[in-house]
DNA sequence: TATTGTTATACTCTATAACTATA
DNA sequence: TATAGTTATAGAGTATAACAATA
């Protein structure tokens, strides 16, 4: 499973090199399309890292201005990060790039093995849980 | 694929953790075993990894006497890398250890769609490419 | 008191480069 | 010339601890 996930990785890694990403600006740009304007603490529990890490990630995304840091009108302590027009775009071009990484990555199998194996592994990945 | 990758491996560090071994280390074992004693160079090849980790790695298990260098006898460059009998009989308790941790990661699973799953995973890692 | 975001720091993992002894 | 193993070192990536502002 693990070399599978590190193929998966290079893979990604591969995919998004172009757009001048790495597979957790992608991971970010994921998270916010899933849930709308989230504080640091919610990426960072979504995502499994630290923190101190979201600070760095959207420190990147923010200088490149595919995401901003609004106040949150409800806490004055947090931000509420978001994507901006251009990050939305730019999500869209990745996701089509990763797209193609993913039928290279699932060649070996038939559609229907696809479709079961992205299945399987959302149970196992235990989908929902952050 | 790279969050159930996470969690696999976390539940194989944690499963090995009471044997005292890490993930690299049952990687190492799994190797030897399943090639018989090979030489630190195939051992790199096959695992994936430098050339040098293989030495800090062999160097551990060494010291703790569950694997062992002899001498190549057509080549005196290189070693042949071999699990002692202590190597082997541990490795046989991490097997059994680790069983429990894929057990559990694949709970979610009905008996059918494991062994389906671990086939296709199986396809999409490239099995038997190194 | 607890929590959000931040910074500084240290630790782990990993690869690279330079070396030796062979081939 | 090239390869097996080794060492030292440097670069990622990551977490931890301490802090200011706010809850």
């Keep these: 499973m ?13 995919a998004l090199a172009p757009l001048g990403l790495r597979a957790r600006h992608y991971g ?6 899933d ?9 960072a529990t ?3 890292i630290d923190a101190s890490r979201v600070v760095t990630l959207v420190d990147e995304m923010e200088r490149l201005q595919f995401v901003r840091r609004l106040k949150d009108p409800s806490d004055r302590r947090a931000y509420l990060v978001d994507l901006t ?4 775009k730019l999500f869209a ?18 559609a229907a093995e ?8 959302g149970v196992v990945a235990g989908e929902g849980l952050g």
Excluded: H, N, Y
């Design 2 to 14: 693990w070399r599978g996930a590190l193929r998966a990785r290079e893979q990604a890694e591969v």
């Design 28 to 33: 970010l740009m994921a998270i916010l399309t």
């Design 35 to 43: 849930t709308g304007p989230a504080s640091q603490r919610r990426i």
């Design 46 to 48: 979504q995502a499994g």
């Design 85 to 88: 027009p251009a990050g939305k």
């Design 93 to 110: 071009e990745a996701r089509t790039a990763t797209a193609a990484g993913e039928r290279t990555l699932l060649a070996g199998l038939t």
């Design 114 to 121: 696809r479709k079961q194996f992205v299945r399987l592994l």
